[in-house]
């Protein structure tokens, strides 16, 4: 009874330090860990990350945290964030993250996350920490650079009207979404973006989309 409330007072995402501090007993960690997994208590994801069980969460797991646990440093950014800002019509089969690590996909349990690389130079701004009620929280790419970040992807780009069709024709980017980003902040986040589609074309692109 004492172990389901540690575990009921904990946050859903876990991983081994919480568990390492939450035990409140001496005892062997590892062994205590595996006693709760094979208990019900938790649900492994991967190792050294772990879930609670459904009854004892005081609200639904966040993929986007676990998303962060899972492998870092990383962002929630691409395909993802396009989707749930409605800029593409596709709703995304697994969440995707931007690290400065190499690329990993990555199938689990409770989803599946998907990892792609971006140098230094382009991963280092673009992205906020979303709070949620009980304290926790995950770093997102705001809208902006999601879309810059899924361009860089891409590689290098011809032209602006490459561009264009890149992102209205092959993205399916919502034009009028589009003109409703901040185009400031598109601006300035392209000037530090690494390459020529940024450095040329993109500005290009945002005058033309408001001409």
Same mark, same amino acid.
């Given at each position: 009874m004492?172990?389901i409330r540690?575990?009921?007072?904990?946050?859903?995402?876990?991983d081994?330090? @919480?568990l390492?501090q939450a035990? $409140?007993?001496s005892g062997n960690?590892?062994d205590?860990i &595996?006693r709760? *997994? /094979?208990?019900?208590?938790i649900? $492994?994801?991967?190792?050294g990350?772990?879930? +609670?069980?459904p009854? %004892?969460? /005081?609200?639904?797991? &966040?993929l986007e945290i676990?998303a962060n *646990?899972i492998? $870092?440093?990383?962002?929630v950014s %691409?395909?993802?964030v396009?989707s749930?800002a409605?800029?593409?019509?596709?709703? +995304?089969?697994?969440l995707?993250?931007a690290t +400065?690590k190499?690329n990993r996909?990555?199938?689990?349990?409770v989803g599946? %996350?998907?990892?792609?690389?971006?140098? !230094?130079a382009a991963?280092?701004f673009?992205y906020?920490r /979303?709070?949620?009620?009980?304290?926790? $929280?995950y770093?997102?790419?705001?809208?902006?650079k999601?879309l810059?970040?899924?361009l !860089?992807?891409?590689?290098?780009i011809? &032209?602006v /009207?490459?561009l264009?069709?890149?992102l %209205?024709?092959d *993205?399916?980017i919502?034009r009028?979404?589009?003109?409703?980003?901040?185009?400031?902040l598109?601006?300035?986040?392209?000037?530090? *973006?690494?390459?020529? @589609?940024?450095?040329?074309?993109f500005?290009?692109?945002?005058r033309r989309?408001?001409?």
């Amino acid at each position: 009874m004492a172990e389901i409330r540690q575990i009921a007072e904990l946050r859903p995402e876990l991983d081994f330090l @919480t568990l390492t501090q939450a035990g $409140g007993e001496s005892g062997n960690v590892r062994d205590r860990i &595996s006693r709760w *997994m /094979k208990s019900g208590l938790i649900i $492994g994801v991967v190792p050294g990350i772990y879930v +609670t069980a459904p009854e %004892f969460r /005081k609200r639904p797991i &966040s993929l986007e945290i676990l998303a962060n *646990m899972i492998y $870092g440093p990383s962002y929630v950014s %691409f395909e993802y964030v396009l989707s749930r800002a409605g800029l593409i019509p596709e709703a +995304t089969q697994a969440l995707t993250s931007a690290t +400065t690590k190499s690329n990993r996909d990555i199938d689990t349990s409770v989803g599946a %996350f998907r990892y792609r690389h971006l140098p !230094y130079a382009a991963y280092t701004f673009g992205y906020t920490r /979303k709070e949620l009620a009980d304290g926790s $929280g995950y770093l997102i790419a705001r809208p902006e650079k999601a879309l810059l970040d899924c361009l !860089y992807r891409v590689g290098a780009i011809r &032209s602006v /009207k490459a561009l264009e069709d890149l992102l %209205f024709d092959d *993205m399916r980017i919502d034009r009028d979404l589009f003109r409703e980003l901040d185009q400031e902040l598109l601006a300035e986040y392209a000037t530090s *973006m690494p390459g020529k @589609t940024f450095r040329l074309h993109f500005p290009k692109l945002l005058r033309r989309a408001h001409a």
